[in-house]
């Protein structure tokens, strides 16, 4: 069963902090990684992806990647309140399809 | 350019009817992937569809099943409802079926079953 396994949270940061979220992945075999946020009530949207081993940053945003350990991570720059929701993982599978894990929620305190 | 669109946006149902959700996809997208989303959870596979012919298809019974038309807009359709079948569910549009495409969903479809 391949699986993307996420804490589940809640995750709460101050205002202007770094919030971090994490995942692994079961199967080695998967080659791209994608971060949804999908606020409550919403549908996901895409807003980071991941190919290759190490960092890839969009705005404040950075996305990383480790297939080795089978991670991948999120990082959130200055997180403001509009950035409280569910955070998605998902990796790709071998039916163009995406495994997604559980969500880890997110909450910015002004 | 519209997004992906899909219809109805909320449908109550009672066990043991049947029920068809729609798609449209992205404009030059030849790709639907259809997605179920149980509250609390991520979205789980049902389908993919491209050039109207099913390409995978997740760990979902029999009474799921799905098309796609020439016009590359896709239909879902569940019999025998369940309870266990109230949730959100998504479609999403990709230009083809490669395991690195990106897909881009739409606003869902939220399912009760009474």
């Known amino acids: 069963q391949k699986e993307v396994e996420q804490n589940s949270g809640p995750l709460s940061v101050p205002e202007g902090a770094i919030a971090s979220l994490n995942c692994t992945y079961s199967d080695r075999g998967s080659q791209s990684f994608f971060w949804y946020r999908q606020y409550s009530g919403k549908s996901p949207e895409l807003i980071m992806f991941i190919y290759s081993n190490g960092d890839k940053e969009d705005g404040r945003f950075t996305a990383q990647l480790n297939k080795a350990s089978q991670y991948v991570s999120l990082l959130i720059r200055d997180s403001q309140p509009s950035d409280s929701a569910t955070y998605l993982c998902a990796a790709g599978g071998s039916q163009g399809n995406l495994i997604f894990g559980k969500g880890t929620k997110l909450s910015v305190k002004p | 350019d519209a997004g992906v669109t899909q219809s109805p946006t909320h449908l109550i149902k009672t066990r043991g009817q049947h029920v068809t959700l729609r798609c449209s996809p992205i404009s030059g997208h030849k790709s639907v992937s259809w997605y179920q989303q149980v509250l609390g959870q991520g979205p789980q596979f049902i389908f993919q569809?491209?050039?109207?012919?099913?390409?995978g298809r997740g760990n979902f019974p029999d009474r799921f099943s799905a098309r796609q038309f020439p016009n590359y807009s896709s239909e879902l359709n569940v019999n025998a409802l369940l309870l266990g079948d109230s949730a959100l569910y998504l479609c999403a549009s990709s230009p083809g079926t490669a395991t690195n495409e990106k897909l881009f969903f739409g606003s869902g479809t939220q399912l009760s079953v009474l």
């Open positions: 569809y491209y050039e109207k012919e099913e390409r």
